[in-house]
């Protein structure tokens, strides 16, 4: 039996990294006393896994984990302990069931939604004539340097992964806001779906580091709010449909 | 008041775990009428692998209205931009200012983790100079096992907490809370007036040292009337009886010591002659089996970690480690959690023990002889030969083992060029055994050296430390002599360690050199890349205070030392015997296994050694236990009577524990043996 579960990463846990979300699951796991598979071998590991891994510093509406059991567990009880065994920062949001056949999460996702707070030193009409020209671009290029060889650069076609997206604008608040003010910043928020394709994806930040440079949108990348807001699968007919497809199971 | 991290600076910083709190059994009290900060001078990595917080965590948390929040010291990549956008340093789990909190208590783990301490309090908007600092400002508190000589830092600290802390530290809270209740009556003097009343408080304002001609003190003159001449640190007599943390914090990301610690027991009687440790922690107090197991089943079901440290000063040595290791073997297997050991004692025994731990991963083994020669290690009564060492790693080898590691300390009182040379010659025969065993070569050793730092309450803090000059050559002796294939050499930096030396030893004049050097830049001394020895020499030299005159000098017969105000217990008449014998190579046995040695401890606190000895564990029949009060008391009674009776000195002892030996008898313990001894 797999179970599955739509779980958070909120604000206050952002900077977690995978590795170390991963091991929090585990732990959390290990602490409702899920009856987890576990791997053979010399080092056994835990049968878990998340369906999309998540930047450091994105927060989420969206993570999806799915693990394999032993043995059979009612769900709601299951989703209680686990919700129980989590810290402040991950809260379950749904959950689902499915048999040990099923589809992993993971080959399933097909795309992303995100919206990101930005400020932006600019007008808001600037962006939004950067946002139309992207709209209308058939392709448009970026290169980022790739992860491990140093002068690599890996160049990717920002919009087959990102058809369109949409900007507003938002309120900047906290304590941020007076140094926003200062500086003479307003916050953007653009809204968009990221494709999750066999062959990869792409990061949210490197939509605003492309619109930057295709654009010259003076956006303050390294204090962007990102957060994922779905993951979803996508239909043959382009919609969007929910990971969590096995509800019925639960009641 | 800055004091949000934003995601910018937390995108920029490396491990910015370290910053933002919300851990599984983190506690967040939004109402709380006291707020402490227990504060570790170091990153969280390192300060959230500290036990002793973890249990005051747990404990002050358990006090209604009482919050014990927890700061760590930011990496300085962090500290940079902190200080460039004016954010002050908060607690992890409100969120609030040091400055805003009714405390903050910091650990005394290492020495040179004191300019760590001055940079935090500034960091958190404290006024550093205690002398400076306003009314309304939060006290500042220190422990730990350093705090027997916390005079470096009387210029910053408002009282000290000496001894176990269980006790202790929510009686100076409650108290606190009293005092703020009553609306601050006296300010923080008539606070520190209060605070004084408890047992195991030191306030160092109320002290004032006197010096001699040649800068030795002269008295430590008592300028509050109602100031004790002396204070005794604070034991806990029973270690069952407080409560040990069943759900501590566990961190999201890595951490040094990434485990459960059961604290097996506190102290250590095994009397080596450098260690600190072993002096101010005594008597030793062990845990009952069957409340170290029920503890640990709550803290796997509570944290989901997967292992197991027995931790204390010398598991080993736990009276009843063998029936009590099967027990939890058998326990946890079936969860997946292991258990281990942090350190092994040189014999056979300890090679059984490492193969009942080490059932799934075979890593090497760690051995401590401290040092290289049977002379030196009689110097420091490491009570271990070289045959011990040679059986435990045939053990280790016949088993399956390839990789060992050494610990050894470089300019003990004495030592030649001999000694430190014999260390090498023990890494081969190390080498050798292992050929001679398995029939081929391929055996790594590791040898790790570090420099001896004499400490205060111990035999040798008469003694001179190796000055830079010394202890590089002795280094460079050993990194010619074990140009070996498959040993690796490691040593300690040996100007970290110089200063080390000044400061343990020091007193209150180096507190200025201490202000000078957190000014000039310096924190993060324990860490080698962040420490500048440079900028030390110099700080010292403007505070006009010569730093050998604390580490270089031997120290007279009769001098008074700057820590002799705040007592562990042990009596400098031993000290002083230790240290005659040591200079005769004359070994004193552990006194759980032969006569009282007298060292003065359990007879001053009135707190009696707590050995389960000779009684196999039986989850299933508990026996009979005498309360801690009832028991200590009648001890105490005992003690008294034998004192009178026979004079205050060697005799009394072995008097009293007859005493006691009866007394507990008489109460029907099954314990008795363990304390007569």
């Known amino acids: 039996m797999k179970l599955r579960f ?23 796991f290990r602490r409702a006393r ?7 071998g010399f080092n056994p590991h835990m049968k878990f896994s998340l369906a999309s891994a998540l930047g450091v510093g994105v927060v989420s509406q969206a993570e999806y984990v799915e693990l394999e059991l032993t043995e ?21 949001l749904d959950y689902d069931a499915a048999d040990d056949h099923a589809r992993a999460l993971m080959a399933a996702a097909g795309g992303a939604g995100y919206r990101v707070t930005v400020p932006c030193a600019g007008s808001v009409e600037q962006a939004e004539a950067a946002v139309a020209q992207f709209n209308a671009a058939p392709e448009l290029f970026f290169e980022k340097a790739a992860p491990k060889a140093k002068k690599k650069v890996k160049r990717i076609d ?23 003010k200062a500086r003479g910043e307003t916050a953007l928020v653009f809204t968009f779906d990221i494709r999750i394709t066999p062959g990869g994806s792409m990061k949210a930040v490197d939509l605003l580091n492309t619109l930057r440079e295709a654009y010259g949108l003076d956006l303050a990348v390294v204090r962007a709010d990102i957060e994922r807001v779905s993951l979803y699968r996508v239909g043959p007919d382009g919609t969007h449909l929910p990971l969590l497809d096995n509800k019925a199971v639960c009641r | 008041m800055k004091k949000e991290l934003t995601i910018d600076m937390l995108a920029a910083v490396k491990r910015p775990d370290r910053y933002t709190g919300g851990e599984f059994g983190s506690i967040v009290k939004k109402d709380a009428e006291v707020r402490m900060a227990l504060a570790f001078p170091d990153v969280y990595e390192v300060g959230m692998s500290y036990l002793g917080f973890k249990i005051l965590y747990h404990l002050v948390n358990k006090m209604d209205g009482i919050a014990a929040e927890r700061v760590y010291a930011p990496w300085v990549d962090m500290e940079k931009l902190m ?10 789990e409100t969120k609030q200012a040091l400055s805003e909190l009714d405390a903050v208590g910091f650990t005394l783990q290492y020495e040179l983790s004191y300019t760590n301490i001055l940079n935090m309090l500034d960091l958190g908007g404290v006024t550093v100079r205690k002398a400076e600092r306003r009314d309304d400002e939060p006290l500042v508190l220190v422990g730990g096992p350093c705090v027997f000589n916390p005079e470096p830092l009387a210029d910053f600290i408002d009282l000290a907490l000496i001894g176990d802390g269980e006790e202790a530290l929510p009686e100076v809270l409650e108290a606190l809370r009293q005092w703020k209740e009553e609306g601050r009556p006296g300010g923080r003097k008539g606070f520190l007036h209060r605070a004084q009343q408890i047992p195991g408080i030191y306030v160092p304002e109320f002290y004032e040292p006197e010096y001699n001609g040649d800068g030795t003190l002269a008295r430590m003159k008592v300028t509050d009337p109602a100031a004790p001449a002396c204070v005794e640190k604070r034991v806990v007599a029973d270690l069952n009886k407080v409560d040990f943390p069943t759900a501590p914090v566990v961190p999201f990301g890595e951490i040094v010591h990434d485990r459960i610690m059961l604290e097996m027991f506190r102290g250590c009687s095994r009397g080596c002659r450098f260690c600190h440790a072993g002096m101010v922690y005594r008597p030793v107090r062990e845990r009952r089996p069957e409340v170290l197991r029920e503890v640990a089943h709550r803290q796997v079901d509570n944290t989901g970690y997967d292992e197991i440290s027995l931790v204390s000063l010398s598991t080993a040595d736990y009276s009843c480690l063998p029936c009590f290791l099967d027990t939890m073997i058998a326990d946890f297997r ?13 014999d056979a025994f300890s090679v059984d023990i490492a193969k009942k731990v080490q059932v799934v991963r075979k890593s090497g083994l760690t051995f401590a002889p401290e040092a290289g020669s049977q002379r030196m290690r009689d110097i420091i009564n490491k009570g271990v030969t070289e045959e011990d060492l040679m059986n435990a790693v045939s053990g280790a080898f016949e088993n399956g083992w390839s990789k060992v590691k050494l610990y050894f300390m470089i300019g003990l009182p004495g030592e030649t060029d001999e000694d430190v040379l014999a260390i090498a010659r023990l890494a081969r025969k190390v080498q050798w055994k292992y050929k001679e065993i398995t029939g081929h070569g391929g055996c790594q050793v590791t040898v790790s050296t570090a420099s001896f730092v004499p400490k205060p309450y111990t035999a040798f803090q ?87 005159f604390y580490n270089h000098r031997l120290r007279g017969e009769t001098e008074r030392f700057p820590w002799e105000h705040l007592q562990p217990g042990v009596s400098r008449a031993f000290l002083a015997r230790e240290y005659a014998r040591a200079k005769e190579q004359m070994l004193t046995k552990d006194c759980r296994q032969g006569k009282c040695n007298g060292c003065g401890v359990c007879q001053k606190l009135g ?20 309360p801690a009060a009832e028991r200590t008391a009648s001890v105490r009674k005992a003690l008294r009577a034998a004192a009178a009776a026979a004079g205050y000195d060697l005799l009394a002892p072995a008097v009293a524990q007859v005493a006691a030996a009866t007394a507990y008898k008489a109460a029907g313990t099954p314990a008795a043996e363990g304390v007569a001894e």
């Open chain 1, 6 to 28: 739509r779980i958070t990463k909120d604000k206050e846990i952002r900077f977690i990294s995978h590795l170390e979300y991963l091991r929090t699951i585990g732990r959390a």
């Open chain 1, 34 to 40: 899920l009856p987890v598979a576990y791997s053979q």
């Open chain 1, 72 to 92: 059979p567990v009612v769900p709601a009880k299951a989703a209680e302990a686990f919700a129980k065994a989590l810290p402040r920062g991950i809260r379950v």
């Open chain 1, 158 to 180: 920002v919009k087959q992964y990102i058809h369109r997206l949409a900007v507003g604008t938002a309120e900047i608040t906290g304590e941020a806001a007076r140094d926003a």
């Open chain 2, 83 to 92: 200080r460039e956008r004016g954010v002050v340093l908060t607690t992890l």
């Open chain 2, 334 to 346: 079936s969860r997946d959690v292991s258990v281990s050991l942090p350190s092994l004692r040189i």
């Open chain 2, 462 to 548: 008469w003694v001179p430390q190796d000055t830079l000059d010394e202890i590089r050559r002795k280094q460079r002796l050993l990194i010619e002599a074990l140009r070996v294939k498959n040993i690796t050499f490691q040593y300690h930096d040996s100007q970290t360690s110089i200063m080390e030396g000044v400061f343990a030893r020091g007193d209150r004049r180096l507190g200025k050199a201490l202000y000078l050097a957190w000014k000039a830049g310096e924190s993060f001394d324990g860490w080698g890349d962040q420490f500048r020895y440079d900028r030390w020499q110099q700080a010292l030299q403007e505070a006009g205070v010569d730093p050998d």
């Open chain 2, 607 to 626: 707190v009696p050694v707590v050995d389960y000895s000779g009684h196999a564990y039986d989850a299933s029949a508990e026996p009979k236990f005498v």
